[in-house]
């Protein structure tokens, strides 16, 4: 999704634009640019399709100076990907990038035109820059300029506004896409992640909905939604400095898989002990809620959905509270009915995907209980939005498809499910020992999954030529066969679908040919003599199955079924460690491909538009 990096210094700031922009590539984009301005007010704009590499050469190339610039990644929305339609925009001495959509675009568009203003691209993004242009010539300054500007938006915009006319400052406004403000001395910069300006800062303020900021190089002042001036929290950021970089790894997909045995580590920290939950870990009154709770409904996309979905069995089947899971982009848009006492609980790495946001926005009215998000980014609107926030610490998660994130989710579900069962007494002390004794495991047990490698590697070969898929699973299994085939289907463009097994004979078995690889997670449970029937059906048809099984689950290798025999684990982490497999076989397959590990094609990391 777009990046935004902004900087005023005594200093050129366009290797720091680019650097920036580079730590954003991650987050997924089809073009970039830049425009810095000097300080007789020479703007220089450039703009290239493509990697920000590209960029970078063209701005070395053409000696791009100045000490006050703003750099944008690019992914398409409104008007398809070209240098035209790249960010900055700019309407006379006004610049701008912008991150989200402008819903009434059409009309403002309509409405520049005929006041003469002639647009060069097929964006929304460039309609603000006109707007500004225009409020700025009847205003006492371009901060007063923009807050006339964003009162005519409709839609979200993370937005900067560069006027040529005067390098001494950059005005901001967010609503509804990220902004953070990072504090230099003597210098000021500002982004859409911190990740990008962790090479010049580590001090914070992130921006709130409605803020509009004006950035000099020495002060930084922030107004509210009504324009009364107002001070945010200036926060040290404690994420790693090296965190967007792929070490030993090829991928940063492959580093992330290998970071989870010490992202889980993090994870768990203080908040188990030898054999209790410290339920205290979960937040400043915490407690009482989940003394109190009798229903939880998640919200989340994608993989937060996945393990959402999978951690619904340990709600009802540990905690005896009824849970349900819901698509944020489908809850947002119906009318629900909200259950007494209900915790309404949004999962999500980057704490920035627009539906789950907008979701909890709108549940918030509803009348929940509470709203808690688990999340992975500090200070995320989510976070900060959220009444509880439980943090997975997995550290950054470059690659867009989600690993550590998902399992660091399911861990700290764990927690939180035994937490409400030990407070609402559905959990005995001898049970809660139990978890937290597997919880204690879990590292270790993945280290041993992670050991499957070199032999997954080989089996990937056999799917890389394959155009379908099917991943079959069972309870908890089931969430689990959804996120192998997520994994599959976004980085390797193999058509992927999982099924709970006992479905396939209502449909998808009449997909089943020696064309069609078959994966099977297998644990050893008490629906295995189920499963082994589904993978029968399977087996009759002349399927092809790959058989993810429990060392002690009975399977045996035969003509058409491959056996990955795993080794045994508790029943109650096993669901997580169960994934790991699963990402290894989906980054082999991708490899061979030789797909774009990181950046799939069309997706981005982050998601802030709807
Ligand atoms: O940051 P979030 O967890 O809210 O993101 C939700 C999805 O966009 C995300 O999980 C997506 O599905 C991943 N690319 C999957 O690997």
Redesign the pocket.
């Given at each position: 999704m777009c990046g935004i990096v902004g900087a005023i210094a005594q200093r050129e700031v366009s290797e720091i634009l680019i650097e920036g922009l580079k730590k954003l590539e991650y987050r997924g984009y089809d073009s970039a640019g830049v425009a810095v301005v000097d300080s007789e007010g020479k703007l220089t704009r450039v703009r290239r399709l493509g990697k920000v590499k590209e960029l970078a050469d063209a701005v070395d190339e053409m000696h791009t100076m100045g000490g006050t610039g703003i750099a944008h990644t690019r992914w398409a929305t409104h008007g398809e990907p070209s240098e035209a339609n790249a960010h900055p925009h700019v309407s006379a001495n006004i610049s701008i990038v912008h991150n989200g959509i402008i819903e009434n675009h059409e009309p403002l568009r309509a409405l520049l035109q005929e006041r003469g203003y002639i647009f060069n691209s097929q964006t929304d993004t460039e309609v603000i820059a006109h707007l500004v242009e225009w409020e700025l010539r009847s205003s006492a300054s371009l901060r007063e300029a923009v807050q006339k500007t964003v009162l005519q938006l409709e839609g979200a915009y993370g937005m900067v506004a560069l006027d040529s006319h005067d390098p001494s400052r950059l005005v901001v406004a967010r609503s509804g896409s990220p902004l953070v403000i990072g504090h230099g001395i003597g210098e000021n910069f500002l982004a859409s992640d911190q990740l990008a300006l962790l090479n010049v800062t580590r001090r914070f303020t992130y921006l709130e909905e409605g803020d509009v900021a004006e950035i000099t190089r020495r002060e930084v002042a922030i107004f509210d939604k009504t324009g009364n001036a107002i001070e945010r929290e200036m926060v040290e950021s404690n994420v790693e400095q090296d965190a967007g970089s792929k070490g030993k790894y090829r991928h940063f997909m492959q580093k992330e898989i290998f970071e989870q045995p010490s992202a889980l580590i993090s994870a768990l920290e203080g908040r188990i002990n030898d054999d209790s939950i410290v339920v205290e870990s979960i937040g400043n009154g915490a407690k009482e809620i989940l003394a109190k709770v009798q229903h939880v409904q998640i919200i989340?996309?994608?993989?937060?959905?996945n393990s959402g979905m999978a951690a619904r069995y340990w709600f009802e089947s540990l905690a005896g509270v009824s849970c349900d899971v819901e698509i944020a982009s489908e809850f947002r848009y119906r009318d629900f009915v909200v259950r007494p006492n209900s915790l309404l609980l949004t999962?999500?790495?980057?704490?920035?995907?627009a539906d789950?946001l907008a979701a909890l926005r709108l549940a918030k009215e509803k009348g929940y209980m509470s709203a808690m998000s688990i999340c992975?980014v500090s200070g995320s609107s989510l976070v900060r939005e959220s009444d509880l926030a439980f943090m997975t610490r997995a550290g950054t998660e470059i690659g867009?498809?989600?690993?550590k994130?998902f399992t660091t989710q399911l861990a700290a579900m764990l927690i939180l499910v035994t937490a409400i069962g030990k407070e609402q007494g559905t959990i005995k002390p001898e049970k809660e020992a139990e978890i937290v004794k597997s919880l204690h495991s879990l590292p270790a047990q993945i280290e041993k999954a992670l050991e499957f490698d070199k032999k997954i590697e080989a089996l990937a070969a056999d799917f890389a030529d394959k155009h379908h898929t099917l991943f079959l699973g069972r309870g908890e299994y089931y969430p689990i066969a959804m996120e192998a085939a997520?994994?599959v289907k976004?980085i390797s463009y193999i058509h992927a679908e999982a099924y709970a097994a006992g479905e396939l004979k209502h449909g998808p078995l009449a997909l089943v040919d020696a064309d069609m690889p078959v994966v099977v997670v297998a644990p050893n449970n008490d629906l295995l003599e189920k499963l082994k029937s589904n993978v029968e059906e399977v087996r009759a048809r002349g399927g092809l199955l790959y058989v993810f099984a429990d060392e002690n689950s009975g399977f045996e290798p035969c003509d058409g079924m491959k056996i990955i025999s795993l080794p045994h684990v508790d029943p109650i982490i096993a669901p997580i460690f169960h994934t790991v497999p699963m990402q290894l076989l989906s980054y082999h397959i991708a490899l061979i491909k030789g797909t774009d590990v990181d950046q799939p094609r069309n997706?981005a990391?982050?998601?802030t538009v709807e």
């Open positions: 989340a996309c994608g993989t937060s959905y999962l999500s790495q980057s704490g920035e995907t789950t992975n867009v498809a989600s690993t994130a997520l994994k976004e997706l990391k982050a998601v």
